[in-house]
């Protein structure tokens, strides 16, 4: 069975400020890999996905994530925090295509940025 | 805006009752998913349907049911409600040949049992 950690439900950064929100994932098969952020009172956007290949993941917004199979992580990062990051953020998991590609996600880290 | 459409956008309804949600998916997508999301269960997978049949269930109650028509929008039918159930629920895609397994999330159905 798959399943997602993310560690920290609130994270706090000035702006400005590295961002960092993380994730490790549990699963039987190499996984395809998911970042979606939620602004209040909106659904869910896409902000990047690793399915094979480069391992470093670019997104929108300035996002970036890093799969690394060893640590059975794909953390989130941005350089520079800006006002309008400030929302939730959910790491997720699915088998790789070919298969039932439900997504699981992780509990979610609500992202506060602090001028 | 992901092109998956969903209605109502905010429900008000009381214990005991049963209501409808309703989703379109983008245009040439063939995967519906219901998903909900709660304070205290997170973001949690309740069912897929693929081209009108069943493909998956997730943690969906009994007095939950969903089904896709040919048209391939999608209806969450939720009864006997509790206020437990309130939650927003979302509705997603998937286009049918993506191998990136890229779900698109529509913006959700607010329900509020009462």
């Known amino acids: 069975a798959q399943s997602v950690t993310q560690l920290g439900s609130h994270v706090s950064v000035s702006e400005g400020a590295l961002v960092l929100l993380r994730c490790n994932y549990s699963?039987?098969?190499?996984?395809?890999l998911f970042w979606y952020v939620q602004y209040p009172n909106q659904g869910l956007q896409l902000l990047l996905k690793?399915?094979?290949?480069?391992?470093l993941v670019k997104g929108i917004n300035g996002f970036e994530a890093e799969f690394k199979k060893s640590e059975t992580s794909f953390h989130l990062t941005k350089p520079s925090a800006h006002m309008s990051d400030a929302a939730e953020y959910f790491c997720?998991?699915?088998?790789?295509?070919?298969?039932?590609?439900?997504?699981?996600f992780g509990a979610g880290t609500r992202l506060a940025v602090h001028p | 805006d992901s092109g998956v459409t969903q209605t109502p956008k905010h429900l008000i309804t009381a214990t005991g009752q049963r209501v409808t949600l309703r989703c379109s998916p983008r245009?040439?997508?063939?995967?519906v998913y219901w998903y909900q999301q709660s304070l205290d269960q997170g973001l949690q997978f309740l069912i897929h349907?693929?081209?009108?049949?069943?493909?998956a269930k997730g943690n969906i109650l009994e007095r939950f049911s969903a089904q896709q028509f040919p048209d391939l929008h999608s209806e969450l039918n939720l009864s006997s409600l509790e206020l437990g159930d309130s939650a927003l629920y979302f509705c997603?895609?998937?286009?049918?040949?993506?191998?990136?397994?890229?779900?698109?999330f529509g913006e959700g159905s607010w329900l509020t049992v009462v």
């Open positions: 997720a998991v699915s088998l790789p295509s070919g298969v039932y590609n439900k997504l699981i």
């Open positions: 690793y399915t094979t290949g480069a391992t």
């Open positions: 245009s040439g997508d063939l995967s």
């Open positions: 997603a895609s998937s286009p049918p040949y993506d191998s990136g397994n890229t779900i698109y």
């Open positions: 699963s039987s098969v190499p996984p395809y």
């Open positions: 349907y693929y081209n009108g049949e069943e493909r």
